[in-house]
């Protein structure tokens, strides 16, 4: 169900012209985009993942440590990013926040504008505000979500190439995506156009770190401290692998191959072992109804209460449950 449903018809008239006048609403995201980069990294007593994990751990890659994750145990993504960021992480502590906030907002607003979300409600909702600040990766899994999507529908297999290495920095949330786009890939000659590329970026990985998940996966799990169960939307703490049960729908109903996206994406949000509420950014980037804004953005409400926190599962379980009233999503 559509908000639009309940407004006047000249409020009606009025939406749908801002609709179809996007630099308006790119207008307006600069405007907030520029109001965040100057307040966010002004916040006093600000730890961010940036700071205190990411960037130290892409300058002591480049003073030569093997295995960054043993001096930054917080470090839980794939080393490959080490090169991808550390040319921000050079630019030193608050003009490298900035710049890696700058292109984490590009990324929200591509990815908005690739899967038909809105741009401003992603950035000002809570999972858009909490990676913002906190300066995490989550908007470039996006990217790479709405990147797949647009690349498929074009047929540029090798910007899906580029798509399938942004997933792979949380594989927790973008092996699902990526095992779709590689399903829906019409030939195994664009698989491989596809695939070439990620699997140098892996394979390399492997040359200069060894079999590193055996190391740094335990790691990952051990460093959790209860995480996915206190602020997290999964139900895996809660049964188990019964969660993987929820794919089922989501599979199974029919419908266009852009809504099955969202539904697989929401599935994997409440069957991840680790799934926390600001995971839902994906999500996000899509035309949802009303309601799933809303309830993204509840733990704002109290962002110290479990319970607030936990109540974003209202997202990803209101999509799957209310599937068949999902008009917006279309291819």
């Known amino acids: 169900m559509s908000l639009d449903r309940f407004l006047p018809a000249p409020l009606k008239h009025l939406l749908e012209r801002y609709r179809n006048l996007p630099h308006i609403e790119l207008t307006a995201y600069i405007g907030v985009s520029i109001a965040m980069l100057i307040m966010l990294p002004a916040l006093p007593n600000q730890e961010t993942d940036w700071g205190k994990t990411y960037a130290p751990a892409a300058l002591d890659w480049l003073r030569g440590v093997h295995a960054p994750w043993e001096l930054r145990p917080n470090f839980a993504n794939p080393p490959f990013v080490l090169p991808l960021i550390a040319p921000v992480a050079l630019l030193g502590a608050h003009a490298g926040f900035v710049v890696f906030m700058a292109l984490m907002l590009i990324a929200l607003y591509a990815s908005a504008r690739m899967l038909g979300g809105s741009p401003i409600l992603i950035v000002l909702s809570y999972p858009g505000i909490w990676m913002l600040a906190y300066g ?6 996006c990217f790479g979500a709405a990147l797949g999507w647009y690349a498929l529908r074009r047929e540029k297999f090798g910007l899906l190439g580029i798509a399938y290495v942004l997933l792979a920095i949380k594989p927790q949330i973008g092996f699902v995506p990526a095992l779709l786009y590689f399903l829906w890939t019409p030939t195994w000659k664009a698989r491989f156009q596809s695939c070439w590329l990620p699997a140098v970026a892996i394979g390399w990985t492997f040359v200069n770190w060894g079999l590193w998940p055996l190391d740094f996966l335990p790691r990952v799990v051990a460093a959790d401290n209860g995480v ?23 599979v199974l109903t029919p419908t266009n191959r852009k809504t099955r996206l969202l539904l697989v994406l929401a599935a994997n949000a409440l069957a991840s072992p680790y799934s926390p509420a600001y995971s839902l950014l994906t999500l996000l980037a899509f035309p949802l109804p009303w309601w799933g804004y809303v309830a993204a953005s509840i733990p704002a409400i109290n962002a110290n209460g479990s319970i607030f926190i936990r109540a974003a599962i209202l997202l990803p379980l209101g999509l799957l449950i209310y599937r068949g009233s999902l008009p917006t999503v279309r291819e």
């Open 136 to 141: 995490q990766f989550e908007p470039l899994v």
């Open 228 to 250: 996915a169960a206190s602020i997290g939307v999964s139900l895996w703490p809660i049964i188990g692998p019964l969660a993987l049960a929820l794919f089922a729908p989501a």
